[in-house]
Every structure is written in structure tokens, then in C-alpha cells.
């Protein structure tokens, strides 16, 4: 029925404001009922419980993000399969950038025994999927996560047309982070050619 999906959608709505805002141990069934106007009972029936309700929440984004991985070969090559890679994942955070900006700063949904867990693997998913043609070890993870990590950062202090308006710069940051050794990425578009040594000043600077 129409009038039930949309009070499904309406709590949805009103668990990932709140959520966003106090976080999930503190928001309670009570409270989204008071918020969307419903009895805690309506509610109920739509979630049988507030874990319910978080897995709804949160799981179009992990969905996703294991989607993108499965569409991707297992070792992409460097750089334009890894790059290929890196543009997915950055669209699938900017897709979901609420859930996404909200799930990476609760500590509770983090450490949750399910969402957090399958967040975890499909990091260890990505990173393995980057470094695999690598035999540069630990230090490839390393690289790896720093990179995905420093996708996920601006998910929660840019607004969607910063996160638009910067998304070349953020791949290539992403691409720098996670690129094999004395194997620099391909440089942004605007970026210039060095200039010979001879025309630089005495400290490097022009």
C-alpha cells in the first residue's frame, strides 16, 4: 500500500536525521515516533526493533559498496583500472554521502557486530584489490587504507557541490596515496611541466 511505504520511508527519514545528529545508542524508538507522529506500536511494525531500523539505514551503502567491488576485476591494473576502481567507490560514498558521513563518525554503528564487520571487510577488499599486483607487502595495505581514508574524510566536511566541484583533485590525492612504489599517478589536468632548474631561484622557487 502506498500510505505504508511512505511511513516507512517517513521513519527511515527520521532515524537518519537523528542518527546523524545524536548518534545511535541515543536516539530511541520513542523519540521517532514522537518525530514522525506515529505510535511506538506503528513503528514496531514497520522495524521489529531499532537493529532493524539501523540495518535498513545502513545497508543500501554496504550493498553498494560490495556491488562496486564485484563489478571491478579482482587486480586491477595501475593505474587506470585502479583509478576506474577509486572513481566508483568515491561516487558510492558521494551517493549515499549522509549515511556514509554518519556511519564513519559513530562509534556504536562502527563496532556494530554486523554493519561494522562488513564495513571492515569490504575495506580489506578494496585494499586488496589496489595493492594486488604489488609485492610491496604491508606498506601497499598501508597506502591503501590511507587512500580510501582520504575519500571518506571529505564525505563528511564537503556538502554534495564542494564534493562535485572537487572530485578530480580528491582522486588524484586517493591515487597518490595508494601508488605503487617510485610510481607517482598521472597528474591533474591544470598541473604544469617543471620548470628547468636553471630559471628557479635560490630556495627551489621560481
Known sequence: MPGTRNRRDTLLAAAL????????????VAELATAT???KAAVSYHFRSKNDLLHAVADPLLDSLDALVDRHPTTPHWPDEVRALLEDYLTTLTNHSQIAAWVDSDKAVLN???IGARLHHNTERMCQAI?????????????????L?????PIR????AQLATHRDALLHTAMAGCAPTNTPPNPPA?????????ERGAHGRY
Do not use: C, I, K, V
Request: no cysteine; net charge positive; glycine share 10%.
Open 112 to 114: 556494530h557486530p554486523q
Open 190 to 198: 591544470h598541473s604544469h611541466p617543471a620548470r628547468p632548474a636553471q
Open 131 to 147: 595493492t594486488g599486483s604489488t609485492a610491496d607487502g604491508t606498506a601497499a595495505t598501508a597506502r591503501a587504507t590511507a587512500a
Open 157 to 160: 566536511t564537503l556538502t554534495p
Open 149 to 153: 581514508g582520504s575519500l571518506w574524510r
Open 17 to 28: 536525521n537523528s542518527f546523524t545528529q545524536r548518534g545511535y545508542d541515543a536516539t530511541s
Open 37 to 39: 507522529g506515529m505510535s
